[in-house]
């Protein structure tokens, strides 16, 4: 499974942009699909999630701001970022964990896969 994240730049504060995080090669089903990010100096950490069913979580640092969505027929997840701050300021990663066996209802158990692709800079001046 390759995934592909696109879309970041350089922005003023304020600004918006939407990322795009594409995947390809192998099936992969009962997908989370998450956005990280990480900035110089710092850890990566979590900024949005969608899983399966839709459900959403965001870090309260984005709540409000960033928005994740997905379009299964067309393999890709999305993230709105809207009122961005300099301190959004971070090469953002997605991250897409499934399984590969697809003919069931549920997911398998153990059957679970995790992708990263290579990440999108993002830089907010201020």
């Known amino acids: 499974v390759q995934v592909v994240e696109s879309g970041g730049g350089l922005v003023q504060a304020g600004d918006s942009l939407r990322l795009s995080c594409t995947t390809s090669?192998?099936?992969?089903?009962?997908?989370?699909m998450a956005w990280y990010r990480q900035s110089p100096g710092k850890e990566r950490e979590l900024v949005a999630i969608i899983i399966p069913g839709g459900s959403t979580n965001y870090a309260d640092s984005v709540k409000g701001r960033f928005t994740i969505s997905r379009d299964n027929a067309n393999n890709t997840a999305y993230l709105q970022m809207n009122s961005l701050k300099p301190e959004d300021t971070a090469v953002y990663y997605c991250?897409?964990?499934?399984?590969?066996?697809?003919?069931?209802?549920?997911?398998?158990?153990?059957?679970?896969?995790?992708?990263w692709g290579q990440g999108t800079q993002v830089t907010v001046s201020s």
């Open positions: 991250n897409v964990e499934g399984g590969h066996l697809c003919g069931g209802s549920y997911p398998w158990p153990g059957d679970r896969h995790d992708y």
């Open positions: 090669g192998d099936t992969i089903c009962f997908a989370s």
